[in-house]
């Protein structure tokens, strides 16, 4: 079947404005996670949902960021206020994560580009 | 906390030969998976391998192949006759063994940059 699909796939913004970015999970994957890679870094976990529940929004950098998900489908990124240290791609991970089993592989899409002038 | 240790940023092979990346974690966990993620210039992460820890074997993905020293908190990945295609950033993840709905968030290491040479 089709993979994480991400959208847009690159993002130019002004500092200050709103952005919103999406992830289309893998069908029928119950877990969704959020990341975010700062060019030439590795990648730092923003938040998990289980379902349309984040359990942990640990990651969540500011109070500018959000996350939402519409059951287990699409899940929309927010990040107002841009600012320039918000610059970096965004990837989206799904897995096939059954309550009580032991951790399942994570997939991830294509990710988004943002750049904040 | 987890923390994963990736020390070469860049290394470079020759088509057909053998190539092995490192990478070391530090954790207090006992049951957790390894994982190793190839990232091309397509962004798109790609799942190479991965490796349970409470299993001594160590796993084996076609010509890509880990060294898994649970005491030594050692990973390394092996790539035997390098293609072209392989030239891509490498990242060393680790992830907590959990029974509960809680985050499996993944702790990926800073990458290694490999460049397969003609």
């Known amino acids: 079947g089709a993979g994480v699909s991400q959208s847009p796939s690159n993002k130019v913004t002004e500092k200050g404005k709103d952005v919103e970015l999406r992830c289309d999970p893998i069908?029928?994957?119950?877990?969704l996670y959020w990341y975010r890679q700062r060019l030439g870094q590795g990648l730092e976990f923003l938040i998990y949902f289980q379902g349309n529940s984040a359990p942990d929004k640990s990651g969540l950098p500011s109070d500018r960021f959000s996350a939402e998900r519409t059951g287990e489908s699409v899940s929309t990124l927010t990040i107002q206020r841009t600012q320039q240290e918000d610059s970096a791609v965004y990837l989206c991970a799904s897995s096939l994560e059954v309550v009580g089993s032991w951790a399942d592989t994570q997939y991830f899409g294509p990710g988004t580009r943002l750049t904040v002038l | 906390a987890q923390t994963v240790t990736q020390s070469q940023p860049e290394m470079s092979v020759q088509e057909a030969e053998t190539v092995t990346l490192s990478c070391t974690y530090d954790t207090s966990e006992n049951n957790y998976y390894l994982f190793w993620y190839k990232q091309p210039p397509s962004r798109q992460m790609i799942l190479v391998i991965r490796?349970?820890?409470?299993?001594?074997q160590n796993a084996t993905e076609n010509r890509f192949s880990v060294n898994f020293q649970k005491a030594a908190k050692s990973f390394s990945l092996k790539i035997s006759d390098s293609q072209l295609g392989d030239t891509a950033m490498y990242f060393c993840a680790f992830m907590k063994a959990l029974r509960l709905a809680s985050a499996r968030q993944l702790t990926f290491g800073s990458g290694t940059q490999l460049t397969v040479l003609p």
């Open positions: 069908s029928g994957h119950t877990a």
């Open positions: 490796q349970e820890a409470y299993k001594q």
